[in-house]
Structure formats: C-alpha cells, structure tokens
T-cell receptor
Framework: GENVEQHPSTLSVQEGDSAVIKCTYS??????FPWYKQELGKRPQLIID?????GEKKDQRIAVTLNKTAKHFSLHITETQPEDSAVYFC?????????FGAGTRLAVHP | DTEVTQTPKHLVMGMTNKKSLKCEQH?????MYWYKQKAKKPPELMFV???????INESVPSRFSPECPNSSLLNLHLHALQPEDSALYLC???????????FGSGTRLTVV
C-alpha cells in the first residue's frame, strides 16, 4: 500500500547545529518528494522538493537527498535558526496523490 | 497571483446544518485537492479534481460533497456532520497531479 514513514517525531537542536529528518516510502511508483514546513495555525509551505531522476538538491541552508533504490529520502537543515522551529512533513506522490509522513516537530533553542 | 484562497477561515456549524467551504486559485493549475488535517496529524487526502473532473475520492463519507464549478474554483459542501469531523480543511492546487502543490490557509471547522 501507500505509506510514508518519518523519523524522528521530535527533534531538539541548539541554534547553529544541523538537523536531519528521514523518510521512507513504500510505493515504488512515487516520483516526486516534497518537504513542507507548517508553523502553528498556518498552512503547510513547500520548502524544497525533489524528483525521482535527481539524487540531491540544495537551496541555501536546506538540502534533500533521495535514494530511490532504498526508497528513502532525507531533509538536511544546516546552521539552524530559532525561526526554523516548526513541524516538518515529508511527502511522496504515487499515482496522482500526495501522501504525507506523520511529521517532525523541530525545536531550535537559542 | 500565486495563492490559494479559502473562505471562510473559521466555521462553526451544528450537526443539522448545511454549509460550504470555498477555494479559489488563479495560477492556471488544473488539479485541485481537499485535505483534512486533525491537530498534530499530517494532512489526509479527501478528493482530487483533475481538469474539473473528480479523479480520486478517498472513501470519504457522503456527508462531504465536493464540487468543481470551473478550473479556478473548488467547493466542499457539508451536511449532517459529526463532532469528529471538526478539523482544519485545506485546499491545494498543483500544476500537475504529481508536482508543485500549493496549499491554502485552510478553514478551521468546528461541529457542535
């Protein structure tokens, strides 16, 4: 079936440290993998995405890696800042749907 | 315009009421979606419209009825809801069914 697992569920780091969130997906038909940041009471906002024909993508402090063989992908945030604190969702897109992971609550402490 | 606009932002309705949620986008996206999000949970897909036709219904109860009057508008008609239907209802649109989703701010629905 279609399933996306996300770890860890909570992550606490000091300002300036790196944060890594990992996801695995079950449906090999998935070909698009976005990451969303959701602050309390707000909409999910796309922060970075990657397609299945690319192994890595970077945008300033944020990078995503994809291992299609192992069916896992990861979000890397470097030089974390307090404003990075939010819930982060990974997602996979099999068969015209977007399936979300359970989310990671990231807390960045000054 | 790069936004998805949802109205109303908040809605309180009784279990016998009929109400509608509205969603609008002017980005030329041909796929539109309804998601339901409970507190501290990820968004769950409800419906997918592609080129104004319903393409996916994730076994949603019939008390939720979607409608796509045109390529820019998506409605969700609500009737005889239960308190457990209280949630944030998010609309999204995308360039294609597998790429480039943009979410609206949502309607926070409370059923009393």
């Amino acid at each position: 079936g279609e399933n996306v697992e996300q770890h860890p569920s909570t992550l606490s780091v000091q300002e300036g440290d790196s944060a890594v969130i990992k996801c695995t997906y079950s449906d090999s038909a998935s070909n698009y993998f976005p990451w969303y940041k959701q602050e309390l009471g707000k909409r999910p906002q796309l922060i970075i995405d990657i397609r299945s024909n690319v192994g890595e993508k970077k945008d300033q402090r944020i990078a995503v890696t994809l291992n299609k063989t192992a069916k896992h992908f990861s979000l890397h945030i470097t030089e974390t800042q307090p404003e990075d604190s939010a819930v982060y969702f990974c997602a996979a897109s099999p068969r015209r749907k977007l399936i979300f992971g359970a989310g990671t609550r990231l807390a960045v402490h000054p | 315009d790069t936004e998805v606009t949802q109205t109303p932002k908040h809605l309180v309705m009784g279990m016998t009421n009929k109400k509608s949620l509205k969603c609008e986008q002017h980005m030329g996206h041909r796929a539109m979606y309804w998601y339901k999000q409970k507190a501290k949970k990820p968004p769950e897909l409800m419906f997918v419209y592609s080129y104004e036709k319903l393409s996916i219904n994730e076994s949603v109860p019939s008390r939720f009825s979607p409608e796509c009057p045109n390529s820019s508008l998506l409605n969700l008609h609500l009737h005889a809801l239960q308190p457990e239907d209280s949630a944030l209802y998010l609309c999204a649109s995308s360039q294609r069914e597998d790429y480039g989703y943009t979410f609206g701010s949502g309607t926070r629905l409370t059923v009393v």
